[in-house]
Each structure stands twice: as structure tokens, then as C-alpha cells.
T-cell receptor, first 113, second 110 residues
Framework: ETGVTQTPRHLVMGMTNKKSLKCEQHLGHNAMYWYKQSAKKPLELMFV???????ENNSVPSRFSPECPNSSHLFLHLHTLQPEDSALYLC????????????FGSGTQLSVL | TQLLEQSPQFLSIQEGENLTVYCNSSSVFSSLQWYRQEPGEGPVLLVT?????EVKKLKRLTFQFGDARKDSSLHITAAQTGDTGLYLCAGSGSARQLTFGSGTQLTVLP
């Protein structure tokens, strides 16, 4: 148990569906992240929130939309995804924005049909 | 763009054997981390090295940061089946953003 909880663990969706991934951290950290993990590729940083303000967006397609209502909760809203978006989506938190000691959740395995 | 290359990509060994995996870059990093990821779980931080030439030990695992802070190695002595997993290195560069390698998938057979 890392203190970072992600739901759902598995998600299958069609290209026309809208779904949301949820992440909650119980560690009192100030930064939260979304990463994408595809087979044989390095982890890709998608979004970073520090103290509820989004500070980075690595040119992620607009069909991915993050939301961070407070420092403990993070969402990733998905709409009109493509099959190549199928991957493991990992949420992480860290004590501060530049404290790179990351605590990861177990991830959501997403399949887009 | 800073890149980290990990080798080998896959490694399968018998229990009790020793192994070394590598993490290399042409860029200098201010620190380097190693994570282990087990099936169905997220990565878990094992160690952070920050000084060139630094060696850290975690039970049977020995981590070394290169003198020039461009590379790192992880050596496991007498591997156990519980060591099976994906080993990821991640470097912190000038922008303080973490760059991850693609990982080494280790399988330790009984």
C-alpha cells in the first residue's frame, strides 16, 4: 500500500465513450502526476499539478483532460479516445513539485476498442 | 531531450545467480532513482543516488552512480524469485523533471 489509490483498476471503452479515471492520495503530498505507460516505452509524463495549479502539459492530446479539485484528488477525463491510447495510466504524488520521490498508485489498465 | 537507455531489455536467470543491469545516458543528471514494478502494480522507489561514484546497498541490491553522473548500475547478488519485476531508472536533469528509461524486465526462475 503506497498511499495512492487509483480507480478503476481496469477499463474497457469504445472510441465514442466518455470515462474518468480517479486518483486519491493519503500522504499529505503537494504534487500529483499522471503518467502513461505503454509496452517497451519509457513512462510518459502527461500532467503535473502542484498545489492545485497545473504546471506542465507535455503536448498531450486534448482528448485527455485533467482535473485537480484539491491536493488529495486527481482525475483524468477521457473522451473520443483512439486504440493507440490503450495503456496503463499511473497516478503518482510527491511531497513537493521538485521533490522527485514519487509514490505511484497501482494504475488503471485502459483498453480502447 | 535527455534519454536513458536501459540494458538488457529482458533478463531471465536461475535463483541464486548474480546479475547486473545498466542505465546509460549521454546527459548528466543531478540524481538518479531506481524503481521496481511488479505485475499489476505501480513502480516503487528503491533508492536515490546523488553523488558521482556513490554506491548504495539495499540488502542484496547494490546501486552505483557513475563518476560523471551519466550512468548507473544495479547489481543483485543471489537473486530470489521475489526479485522478479520491471526495474526502471529515472534521472533528474537540469529542468528537475524526471526522465525514465524503458526498463529491464527481470525474471528469476526457481
Amino acid at each position: 500500500e503506497t498511499g495512492v489509490t487509483q480507480t478503476p483498476r481496469h477499463l474497457v471503452m469504445g472510441m465514442t465513450n466518455k470515462k474518468s479515471l480517479k486518483c486519491e492520495q493519503h500522504l499529505g503530498h503537494n504534487a500529483m502526476y499522471w503518467y502513461k505507460q505503454s509496452a517497451k516505452k519509457p513512462l510518459e509524463l502527461m500532467f503535473v499539478y502542484s498545489l492545485e495549479e497545473r504546471v506542465e502539459n507535455n503536448s498531450v492530446p486534448s482528448r485527455f483532460s485533467p482535473e485537480c479539485p484539491n491536493s488529495s484528488h486527481l482525475f483524468l477525463h477521457l473522451h473520443t479516445l483512439q486504440p493507440e491510447d490503450s495503456a496503463l495510466y499511473l497516478c503518482a504524488s510527491s511531497p513537493g513539485r521538485y521533490n522527485e520521490k514519487l509514490f505511484f498508485g497501482s494504475g488503471t489498465q485502459l483498453s480502447v476498442l | 531531450t535527455q534519454l536513458l537507455e536501459q540494458s538488457p531489455q529482458f533478463l531471465s536467470i536461475q535463483e541464486g545467480e548474480n546479475l547486473t543491469v545498466y542505465c546509460n545516458s549521454s546527459s548528466v543528471f543531478s540524481s538518479l532513482q531506481w524503481y521496481r514494478q511488479e505485475p499489476g502494480e505501480g513502480p516503487v522507489l528503491l533508492v536515490t543516488v546523488v553523488t558521482g561514484g556513490e554506491v548504495k546497498k539495499l540488502k542484496r541490491l547494490t546501486f552505483q552512480f557513475g563518476d560523471a553522473r551519466k550512468d548507473s548500475s544495479l547489481h543483485i547478488t543471489a537473486a530470489q524469485t521475489g526479485d522478479t519485476g520491471l526495474y526502471l531508472c529515472a534521472g533528474s536533469g537540469s529542468a528537475r523533471q524526471l526522465t525514465f528509461g524503458s526498463g529491464t524486465q527481470l525474471t528469476v526462475l526457481p
